[in-house]
């Protein structure tokens, strides 16, 4: 009989959890039988995402900080091993994109994005590495990053994602004699709000598209219900956070001697943006 919680007494970390493919991944984590430690940003919607979980009879930590804090990312890896002797998966999503040009992009908004999309995600490796070899865990770690990461005109967000490519293969290689594996996902344009920082006229365009009549707001965060509605009507442009977070489930499953390097997860239409 197929085992329902594969995941049953293991530890697992999940960042950029309080929305979109991070709340999908850990939900579907701890839905898996996994003690889901979810940090973000965002309280409440973290605390709906624990009581998801717990409904699905797993169970769900969460801490509020900012990946870009290397102590507050040590901090998480030091409360979940404290918390349960060991940590075993390690995903690195948190991210965030700001598609300016070049030209006219604001240097502050790269900086948010290089500490955030890569050296938050560095420290999240290290940190995995040390408490998964403290522990003699079978360890899994796996950094969200994106199919912009595929093209080499993708601006200063795909440069950041090039960067977590590459991190993950030299991460790969240097792990190869120890019990922790490495899997780099790469997402396509998928339906979360991940855009909320975009031109308004290309956000509002797609939602048109999709035969939807809202006015997104710049920053403004759109509901759960609303994004599933939206990827609905759009499949053939965009992805859902679900089967994101189901290839992430495959890769974690999977018996310490298969390596499974990459995954790339998008919708049968692809989009020429920055995604």
Request: glycine share 8%.
């Amino acid at each position: 009989m197929r085992n329902s919680k594969p995941l049953e007494n293991l530890t697992a970390i999940v960042t950029g959890a309080s929305s979109g493919i991070g709340r999908a991944i850990a939900e579907k984590l701890g839905g898996a039988g996994a003690h889901v430690f979810l940090a973000g940003r965002n309280e409440q919607a973290m605390h709906e995402s624990k009581q998801n979980i717990e409904n699905l009879g797993g169970v769900a930590s969460i801490q509020t900080g900012d990946i870009r804090d290397i102590a507050q990312v040590q901090s998480l890896i030091d409360t979940a091993v404290v918390a349960t002797g060991r940590l075993d998966i390690m995903v690195n999503n948190a991210g965030l994109e700001y598609p300016d040009s070049i030209i006219d992009g604001d240097p502050q908004a790269w900086r948010e994005m290089l500490e955030t999309n890569v050296l938050g995600l560095l420290v999240g490796c290290q940190g995995a590495v040390k408490a998964m070899r403290g522990c003699a865990a079978e360890g899994h770690i796996v950094n969200i990053s994106s199919v912009s990461a595929q093209r080499n005109n993708s601006g200063v967000y795909g440069a950041t994602k090039h960067a977590v490519n590459v991190i993950s293969s030299s991460l790969r290689d240097e792990l190869e004699e120890d019990t922790i594996r490495v899997t780099n996902v790469m997402p396509g344009a998928t339906s979360t709000n991940f855009a909320r920082n975009f031109p308004r006229e290309f956000v509002n365009k797609i939602i048109s598209m999709s035969g939807m009549d809202i006015d997104a707001k710049e920053g403004e965060h759109l509901p759960p219900e609303v994004l599933d509605q939206l990827q609905q009507n759009a499949k053939q442009m965009l992805a859902n956070a679900h089967d994101v977070a189901k290839a992430v489930l495959y890769a974690v499953t999977q018996p310490i001697e298969v390596n499974v390097a990459e995954i790339v997860v998008r919708p049968p239409r692809a989009m020429n943006v920055a995604h």
